[in-house]
């Protein structure tokens, strides 16, 4: 059996201030983070993990986040490196509805979006602090197609989705398995950092404290037990390090 292809998307960057990576913590120090997805060939759908952010929109509603993002780093750029069209995606899942994770959700007209039962009620009506978070409604476009989940799910076989709430309601990270590589654990926004994960510092925007702090004790676990390389959101020296569209991991094929 050959393992799925799983493709790093380079969607931009954007800014934030420091204490917002780590809660309460060196505030004034504005910090560059990268904006990625995650596209999974596998043999039974070609899925899409979160789609970064729209330029007009950050610009527009958010332009404190200087947002940098090229044509070539928007969704239809990115997966035309791959060798798809937007309309080749089966399955869009966002980690949640932030601003900076459904910015290309626009262009998959075609795909089926999984999305928490919870994550789309809070997204439509949000509590105050969370409006500029939920600023972007553009995912829900005309004619999307929604299959409301909850719980952990798994999408297609070795691909899961785990619940990891507390920075929003419905937030999911994402494990795939692969057979001749290890496994690889996205953490959406539930981690921002390195750091996140080994002194469980939060981040500055969450909508439950304690249940984001769970949320990081159970990456460390599924890390842990999953035998999985861990992929924060938030930091751009391990991004730097790590191989982008066109390029992939996995793929690779095993003797029978």
């Known amino acids: 059996m050959t393992d799925p292809k799983v493709y790093?998307?380079?969607?931009g960057t954007l800014v934030i201030d420091e204490s917002d990576v780590h809660w309460h913590i060196n505030a004034g120090n504005p910090v560059r983070f990268p904006v990625y997805s995650v596209l999974i060939e596998h043999p039974d759908a070609l899925i899409l993990f979160d789609t970064g952010f729209d330029l007009d929109h950050v610009n527009k509603v958010l332009p404190f986040e200087l947002p940098e993002q090229t044509e070539e780093q928007t969704i239809p750029a990115?997966?035309?490196k791959c060798g798809f069209t937007p309309d080749d995606v089966d399955i869009v899942v966002n980690s949640h509805f932030h601003f900076d994770h459904v910015g290309g959700n626009k262009h998959l007209t075609k795909a089926t979006t999984l999305v928490h039962k919870e994550e789309l009620r809070h997204a439509k009506v949000p509590e105050p602090f969370e409006r500029l978070g939920y600023s972007d409604l553009s995912f829900d476009h005309e004619g999307v197609k929604y299959t409301p989940i909850s719980g952990d799910y798994?999408?297609?076989?070795g691909v899961w989705l785990f619940e990891t709430p507390g920075h929003t309601i419905g937030h999911y990270s994402l494990l795939v398995e692969l057979e001749y590589e290890r496994n690889m654990l996205f953490c959406g926004d539930a981690a921002y950092t390195r750091t996140t994960l080994e002194k469980e510092w939060i981040a500055g925007f969450h909508l439950d404290p304690t249940k984001s702090v769970e949320a990081i004790r159970r990456l460390n676990y599924l890390a842990r037990t999953k035998n999985a390389d861990v992929?924060?959101?938030?930091?751009l020296e391990p991004y730097l390090t790590?191989?982008?569209?066109?390029?992939?991991?996995?793929g690779g094929e095993g003797q029978a």
């Open 231 to 235: 992929y924060p959101s938030h930091e």
């Open 242 to 250: 790590w191989k982008l569209a066109p390029a992939f991991y996995g």
């Open 78 to 80: 990115q997966l035309a």
């Open 8 to 11: 790093l998307l380079d969607g």
């Open 154 to 157: 798994e999408i297609v076989p």
